[in-house]
């Protein structure tokens, strides 16, 4: 069993950055593929960003591309998403996810575990 706890939501204006974190426990971390994903009110779930377990491979959905970095501490048992330039349409839940086995994967599927999420809300 893996539980994550997300952190570092809140309130930001357009433009403004924030940087969550998602600590886990329960297992070898860097045997977890990591990722994040986002949920808007009244929207599905959707992928964000993942990363691998060494931290070499990251992928992006295009509408963060350029804006958000994912990035890992193996040695903190944490995965951080830094979010620059954020926009009113950034405003969801984010949560954090996690994937045993090598495969870094976009769909919320195949994800083993996840957080309770952190708000996120963007004013214009």
């Known amino acids: 069993q893996v539980q994550l706890v997300e952190s570092g939501g809140g309130l930001v204006q357009a433009g403004g950055s924030l940087r969550l974190s998602c600590a886990a426990s329960g297992r070898t971390f860097s045997r977890l593929a990591m990722g994040w994903f986002r949920q808007a009110p009244g929207k599905e779930r959707e992928f964000v960003a993942t990363?691998?377990?060494?931290?070499?491979?990251?992928d992006y959905s295009d509408y963060v591309k350029g804006r958000f970095t994912i990035s890992r501490d193996n040695a903190k048992n944490t995965v951080y998403l830094q979010m620059n330039s954020l926009k009113p349409e950034d405003t969801a839940v984010y949560y954090c996810?996690?994937?045993?086995?090598?495969?870094?994967?976009?769909?919320?599927?195949?994800?083993?575990?996840w957080g309770q999420g952190t708000q996120v809300t963007v004013s214009s």
């Open positions: 996810a996690a994937a045993e086995g090598p495969i870094v994967t976009r769909t919320k599927n195949e994800y083993d575990y």
């Open positions: 990363i691998g377990r060494r931290g070499s491979y990251t």
